[in-house]
């Protein structure tokens, strides 16, 4: 709302060209969420502790968490929705048909996270709504999201497939798009909620394969860079950036409460918003298999409780001591901390192997 106001007073003052800059944007984008979530991080916490709006803790996990983590604020993903969707309304162009798809994604995901934390708080339990609930839910929604998306987009290669290391290895799904895009986003939005176990664990992760779809959105809308990089150019996704940038800045500021040890979670509020919207955003930009390099740690997450579910049920042994695997090393006694930090590195070799790719094709 901001962006065109200030856009219309350009034949006036010349100098408001820099906001046509979608660099400059992101940016602001950045910092502005950044400082929205700092300012009001500290009177959010206070109320939800007051509320009693507090983190149930599981029973079967580790004992360390019931001892130190219980009594926790939860819910802190309204911190990081209200910083990223105030800074994307301010400098984003909303009649940017890619950057309303990425706020739908957001916002519905967030109310159904809201919704199951609610329950968690509830019936004081770590359950919330079932699990096969929440995926029919979050299946709804894509579907709707995807469907409108397609209806209004104008561009031939939304149906295509590109994969990353080969320069001509496209494949076109047809129809079939559309389920794998509801598969991409549900599978993003619970993956980076199964890894929202630990202090700051998921936050950083979110936050460096924000970085990367930053410049890859950037990049795409781009066509004189798309063309040197030799990857589908797709007209107005740069738009995107001033997404991802929000995002960024808004994981930093909840970082700042959200660091061992922390003042509040995030809650199922911001994990399924800001998976569903890397999802999304890995659709737009026709970058979905570089989307799970960059967030391999949550494909990681996300593999090891089904590779623990499936073991279970077919010969009634676990492999892990406790999933997600993040828990698995909590049991074997690695201090938090050292997970968290060991896993951030793995993120961030993650996040360079998948930028490398836009340039090795």
Avoid at 17 to 23: E, H
Avoid at 317 to 343: D, L, N, Q
């Amino acid at each position: 709302m901001l962006y065109q106001f200030l856009i219309s007073f350009v034949d006036t003052f010349g100098f408001l060209n820099v906001f046509k800059y979608i660099t400059f944007r992101t940016g602001l984008s950045l910092f502005t969420s950044l400082i929205i979530v700092l300012f009001v991080g500290k009177p959010f916490i206070n109320f939800f502790s007051d509320k009693k709006i507090l983190n149930p803790i599981r029973n079967d996990g580790p004992e360390k968490h019931i001892l130190e983590k219980i009594g926790t604020p939860t819910m802190g993903g309204v911190i990081i929705l209200f910083g990223l969707l105030i800074s994307v309304l301010c400098w984003g162009n909303l009649s940017n048909k890619s950057l309303l798809f990425c706020i739908y994604i957001s916002i519905s995901f967030g109310l159904l996270g809201a919704y199951d934390d609610y329950k968690k708080i509830k019936l004081n339990n770590s359950s919330g709504i079932s699990s096969k609930f929440k995926i029919l839910i979050q299946i709804f929604l894509s579907l709707i999201g995807i469907a409108l998306f397609v209806y209004f987009v104008e561009y031939q290669e939304i149906t295509n497939l590109y994969f990353p290391f080969f320069k001509n290895l496209v494949i076109n799904l047809g129809w079939f798009f559309i389920p794998f895009s509801v598969f991409v986003i549900v599978g993003a939005s619970n993956a980076v909620n199964l890894t929202d176990g630990l202090d700051g664990l998921a936050t950083v992760p979110v936050i460096l394969v924000a970085g990367c779809f930053a410049f890859i959105s950037y990049v795409t809308g781009n066509i004189v860079f798309s063309e040197y990089l030799q990857i589908p150019y797709i007209e107005g996704t740069g738009e995107v950036s001033i997404f991802c940038g929000a995002i960024i800045g808004s994981c930093l500021g909840f970082l700042w409460f959200n660091a061992p040890p922390a003042k509040i979670f995030m809650g199922d509020t911001g994990s399924l918003a800001l998976g569903g919207s890397l999802g999304a955003v890995g659709i737009i930009t026709k970058h979905e298999i570089v989307l799970a390099i960059t967030g391999g740690l949550f494909v990681l997450e996300a593999v090891s409780v089904m590779v623990q579910v499936i073991s279970f049920k077919l010969t009634g042994k676990r492999i892990f001591k406790m999933a997600p695997i993040h828990h698995h090393f909590e049991k074997k006694g690695w201090p938090e901390s050292t997970i968290v930090i060991r896993f951030w590195i793995i993120s961030i070799i993650l996040a360079m192997v998948g930028l490398a790719t836009l340039k090795l094709r």
